[in-house]
């Protein structure tokens, strides 16, 4: 029952959660020199992010739900991610870290303050023609916490780009049992499931409503493709042969040189790559991270298999089929524990393919929350009945233009920013984020 998470203690925790996470990426461990650098042009000046997190709850949670006076109505243009591009917000007279600090501090008082006094108990729909309510079961709020932790997530890339003495602390490896599933594949028998959510608090726009999707059997991997399993790919000549790749594929591999994952290095004859300012060999077992969605399409048609469609991906990660109910999560309603799977940055990386398996899903699917995003073959669109809340851009306006659906978080996802429902975007090119994939593919006739 979601109704009983909803309460004021709740939001306030992880309001603060969010905001030690954001300032242990930032103002506690860089210098203002480091902190006001554009480290790629993929990426903000993280002070950019820090003004933009504060900003965002100013207007959501100070002025749109509790109805208080802006504070800073002028800085509103700076901080717009859709004025301004990453490449040239560091031309912009951004506040100084301190000035952020200061704002961002000022902002959470005064809506700490107004939480006391907001009613979240408040119908969701007042009235057919009426917009949905911001407040009721805390929508607004959730939201604003998870979007602290999207950005915290776009922080880690950024410091995943950086150059320089690594400054994050890696909290050892807490990696619960290795127990590998039985079989690399399993087999989804046909038949419909329930996709999206409609009474999820937690739940962006993009994830609802629930509809009822038929899908014919499928195979689908039972861990995420592995450094070693992308390695044979590479041995093979992958990047070398042009049949693996779509057209475009091929367009992005030949334009820009690329021959290996993000931030691999040639080493004798395997391979290092460099994680947080580290270099290391790469770890044969880990699930590979850091390709693109042409990456591991190529992989993908190498191995004789394809990429699982979203809907694919989310009937594994959340269908019993001894119930025919869809879960929150593939191991049930209850929220991510350690032992279930690896979020919430604990470690600077995914855990090796076997690790979590009382993440596993009932079909024994396992990893699918975590460790790495996996790239879908589906492109970002809404779902029957779409209705942006509660402003079109944060997803409407990504729709239908050749994004695609990445699920099940990484390492570096808040527990509360992913659930089986969860979807994010990106495109097909970009492989900064942390991002992996598995495979799917039709099943042999018998
Ligand atoms: C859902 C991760 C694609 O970072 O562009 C942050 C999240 N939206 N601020 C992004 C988001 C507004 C978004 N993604
Ligand atoms: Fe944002």
Redesign the pocket.
């Known amino acids: 029952n979601h109704e009983q998470d909803v309460s004021k203690e709740r939001i306030a925790a992880e309001l603060d959660h969010g905001r030690r996470r954001s300032n242990g990426l930032t103002l506690d461990v860089l210098d203002e020199e480091e902190l006001l650098a554009q480290h790629s042009p993929l990426m903000s000046p993280l002070v950019w992010d820090l003004a933009?997190i504060g900003n965002?709850e100013e207007q959501w949670l100070l002025r749109a739900a509790a109805g208080r006076e802006a504070l800073r109505p002028d800085i509103d243009h700076l901080y717009d991610?859709f004025e301004n591009p990453r490449a040239e917000r560091i031309g912009l007279p951004l506040m100084r870290p301190r000035e952020a600090r200061d704002y961002n501090d000022r902002v959470r008082r005064e809506v700490l303050d107004a939480l006391d006094t907001v009613d979240l108990t408040v119908p969701a729909q007042r009235g057919p023609d009426e917009p949905p309510s911001l407040l009721a079961a805390g929508r607004v709020y959730h939201l604003v916490i998870q979007?602290e932790h999207?950005?915290d997530e776009t922080m880690l890339a950024t410091h995943q780009l950086r150059r320089g003495a690594p400054v994050l602390l890696e909290e050892l490896a807490d990696v619960t049992a290795l127990r590998p599933p039985a079989d690399p594949e399993v087999l989804v028998p046909a038949g419909p499931f329930t996709m999206g959510a409609d009474d999820d608090p937690w739940a962006y726009d993009n994830e609802r409503s629930a509809h009822t999707v038929d899908l014919p059997a499928y195979l689908i991997d039972t861990a995420p493709v592995t450094n070693a399993a992308y390695r044979a790919f590479m041995d093979d000549g992958g990047y070398r042969t042009r049949r693996w790749w779509s057209r475009e594929g091929w367009e992005w591999k030949e334009g820009r040189g690329a021959f290996a994952p993000a931030f691999w290095e040639r080493e004798g004859q395997g391979w290092s790559r460099r994680r947080f300012g580290r270099r290391e060999v790469v770890p044969p077992d880990e699930p590979v991270q850091h390709v693109n969605f042409h990456e591991a399409q190529a992989y993908a048609k190498w191995a004789g298999k394809r990429l699982p469609t979203e809907a694919e991906w989310e009937k594994a990660a959340r269908f019993d089929p001894a119930t025919g109910r869809s879960r929150r999560y593939p191991w049930g309603d209850d929220e991510p524990t350690a032992r279930h799977a690896n979020l919430g940055q604990h470690r600077l990386g995914p855990s090796p393919a076997g690790h979590h398996p009382d993440g596993a899903s009932p079909l024994g699917v396992q990893q699918l929350i975590g460790d790495v995003w996996e790239w879908t073959s589906t492109t970002f669109d809404g779902y029957p009945g779409f209705r942006a809340f509660p402003y079109r851009d944060y997803s409407e306006v990504f729709f239908g233009s050749g994004y695609k659906v990445l699920r099940g978080g990484s390492w570096a996802t808040h527990p509360t920013a992913v659930r089986s429902t969860f979807r994010n975007w990106d495109l097909p090119i970009r492989r900064q984020i942390f991002s992996g994939f598995r495979c799917a593919r039709h099943p042999e006739p018998a």
Request: charged residues 0%.
């Open positions: 933009h965002y991610a979007h999207q950005h």
